[in-house]
């Protein structure tokens, strides 16, 4: 777990009211770059890419790798919308599906991934990457990877809960 300094926190935290517009309780907000200053932070992430983490860390990933993973553009996530046609989703870009989530508000993210992401090692993929747990729009010194499970829950198409087999 990563902690930051007073003087970090308050220049992240207004990126995280930025970036997750309409959404600042997210639970968890990644950065990459150097933690220690900001002079460091070279990229703050989207609030999907935020999302593409959470579910990658919930499947066992470390922050480190599903954020590398993510920052590569590997993985992806996307508001579900069960309309769409199955040809539309046919189009999509990555090809290998991670799963559905449910977010806290009761939103379904569906994301996915490339086929390249098993021939690529997290290892291979240069740079440093963070994520911090937040409650609202303030990051707070309790670990990420507990916020990730709390901002996504993983669910089938239809929404509903995965039971545990």
């Known amino acids: 777990m990563i902690t930051l300094s007073r003087d970090l ?4 935290e207004p990126a995280i009211a930025h970036h997750c517009t309409n959404r600042v309780d997210v639970g968890l907000f990644a950065f990459s770059g ?11 992430f989207s609030y999907n890419d935020t999302i593409a983490i959470a579910a990658l860390v919930i499947k066992g990933f470390t922050i480190r790798d599903a954020a ?13 919308r069960s309309s769409e046609k199955l040809a539309e989703c046919e189009n999509q870009q990555h090809e290998l599906r991670v799963g559905f ?4 508000d ?22 440093d990457f963070f994520a911090v747990a937040t409650r609202g729009a303030t990051i707070v010194d309790e670990d990420p990877v507990d916020h ?8 089938d198409a239809r929404g509903l809960a995965v039971r545990a087999t």
Do not use: M, N
């Open 148 to 155: 990730a499970r709390h901002l996504v829950t993983e669910c």
């Open 9 to 12: 926190k308050s220049y992240l």
């Open 101 to 104: 989530f449910r977010l806290a």
């Open 106 to 127: 009761g939103g379904i993210w569906s994301v996915t991934a490339d086929i390249d992401t098993k021939a690529t090692p997290p290892s291979q993929i240069e740079g």
């Open 68 to 80: 590398a993973y993510v920052r590569q553009g590997f993985v992806a996530a996307a508001p579900h």
């Open 34 to 44: 150097c933690g220690r200053s900001r002079r460091g932070i070279k990229e703050v």
